[in-house]
């Protein structure tokens, strides 16, 4: 027997032999042409030798080239076994068994070794992973050896100590690595089926700890673009049926990328609206978080409102408890401005109606002036209505005053002038180191909107003008001095 390099898997066999020899000879060496010869002795060559036919050696001397012990070798009529194509430590095998090493080396599907546990299916397993490999460009040039030990790494299921952790587990660590990241990438390129379903499947039972790495999310993210609408079903599914760890990885730095690239795939499918099920399940815990609220708001730059209804209900339940958060409040403010018609007019009513609470809030107060500061005419005239017992005690908080500072600048700012001109004791307002400031909004507010209340306004103020020469005062005084600027 004689062993050629060749470009087909399977050379032409002597007919004299049964099928059953010609099938596992071929499985048996690969992608390498195997030639029965008629003589009674059987020899092999390593690949590429000069020789086909090699003098024979007895069997002793024979095992102890090849390095196996006797015991390996089998009977003397049997086949020996070949010599191993590269060495051991290329391919990070642990068996005792040299012959089922040679196996391993040549098989570089792991998953399919895992699957079938049959020696002869396997090896034709690790004949496919050949091919793939020298479709995606791994043997070319200088980088043959590496790539090569990369991917046979990734499918030898020997490369793990533990059984449980088997050939697709080590691609899901190659995926989080940064040299295994950027050889998957580059095999990704190839947009080659069978490579990418061998990646696919790696990283499916390790999903969330792909998305959630900072090298693998950029496999992950190359790896949709790739996938078939089948796998990417595979992937919203199992999604929508771990909803709990979705969240959990979309308030992370690289989890909220992974996701986010996720809905721009996802865009125009059907499948976004179990994506958007999935995330409604975790708004308030997404919304009181950095990484978790770009994900809601490319949601909502992204799809239109049929969509984003489930989100668009969550907010509307979830708005006022978001409102008292102190990072909810600041995301809040960030999904009222990007949200659309009839919703955002939906949020902006339920939030006005809680004026009074909000306003004394140290967070709500924020969610008050973001509304007042969208210069709604309905919205800002509905809050100024609800405060209106409240603008002096506001006046003299420090978040308060910001609202009372707001309602002036609005179209409601008739209703919060009136209030001051009929405290008694404005002055004491206008001395105050939070109220001092309303007073001069209130000043430069009237006279931009030459309102007869700007002349009012003063004629209080200096009917008590010594009262202003103390404190935070002299402000107001030296405003009404100075001439009032228009703004």
């Known amino acids: 027997m004689s062993v050629s390099g060749g470009t087909s ?12 020899q010609e099938e596992d000879l071929c499985l048996y060496f690969g992608k390498f ?15 590429g030798s000069s020789s086909n036919v090699s003098p024979p050696k007895p069997q002793q001397q024979q095992s102890e080239a090849y390095c196996y012990p006797k015991h390996e070798i089998g009977f003397g009529n049997s086949h020996s076994a070949p010599v191993p194509l590269y060495s051991q430590d290329i391919w990070r095998g642990q068996s005792d068994i040299a012959a089922g090493e040679y196996l391993g080396s040549n098989n570089l599907n792991g998953q399919v070794l895992t699957r079938n546990g049959n020696p002869r299916v396997d090896a034709y397993a690790g004949f496919q992973s050949h091919e793939v490999a020298e479709k995606s460009g791994m043997y070319s040039n200088d980088n043959w050896y590496q790539s090569s030990r990369t991917l046979n790494d990734m499918g030898n299921q020997s490369s793990f100590g533990n059984d449980s952790l088997l050939g697709s587990s080590y691609i899901a660590q190659t995926a989080m690595t940064q040299s295994g990241s950027q050889h998957l990438l580059a095999s990704l390129l190839t947009k080659d089926p069978v490579v990418t379903n061998m990646i696919f499947e790696g990283v499916f039972d390790f999903l969330f700890e792909v998305m959630n790495d900072s ?23 199992k999604i929508a049926w771990n909803a709990r760890l979705l969240i959990k990885i979309s308030v992370s730095r690289y989890g909220s990328k992974s996701v986010q690239r996720l809905i721009k795939v996802l865009e125009k499918s059907p499948l976004i609206d179990i994506v958007i099920v999935a995330l409604s399940s975790g708004f308030e815990e997404l919304m009181t978080n950095r990484s978790g609220s770009f994900i809601i708001l490319k949601c909502l730059n992204l799809l239109d409102n049929e969509k984003n209804q489930k989100l668009y209900e969550a907010a509307v339940n979830l708005c006022i408890p978001l409102a008292q ?3 909810g409040c600041i995301y809040l403010n960030e999904f009222i401005t990007n949200s659309k018609a009839p919703y955002r007019e939906t949020l902006m009513n339920v939030i006005s109606s809680k004026s009074k609470f909000l306003s004394q809030h140290p967070s709500g107060n924020f969610v008050l002036q973001h509304i007042l500061g ?10 100024c209505l609800e405060l209106r017992d409240l603008y002096i005690q506001l006046s003299l908080q420090k978040g308060g005053s910001h609202v009372v500072e707001k309602c002036l600048n609005s179209s409601g700012m008739v209703h919060v002038v009136s209030v001051l001109l009929k405290y008694e004791k404005l002055c004491q307002v206008a001395r105050d180191q939070y109220g001092n400031y309303v007073i001069q909004t209130a000043l430069k507010a009237t006279k931009s909107a030459n309102s007869p209340l700007h002349q009012m306004l003063i004629s209080k103020l200096l009917h008590n003008r010594n009262e202003l020469v103390f404190g935070f005062g002299r402000k107001v005084l030296g405003l009404i001095d100075n001439g009032i600027p228009l703004e």
């Open 374 to 383: 969208l210069h709604n005419p309905i919205y800002s005239e509905y809050i």
């Open 215 to 237: 090298n693998g999310h950029h496999v992950f993210a190359k790896l949709i673009l790739s996938c078939s609408d089948n796998q990417l079903f595979l992937i919203v599914s």
């Open 9 to 20: 898997p399977c050379g032409s066999l002597n007919p004299k032999k049964t099928s059953f």
């Open 33 to 47: 042409r195997v030639k029965m010869d008629d003589s009674k002795e059987t020899n092999t060559s390593s690949p």
């Open 325 to 327: 958060n102190e990072k």
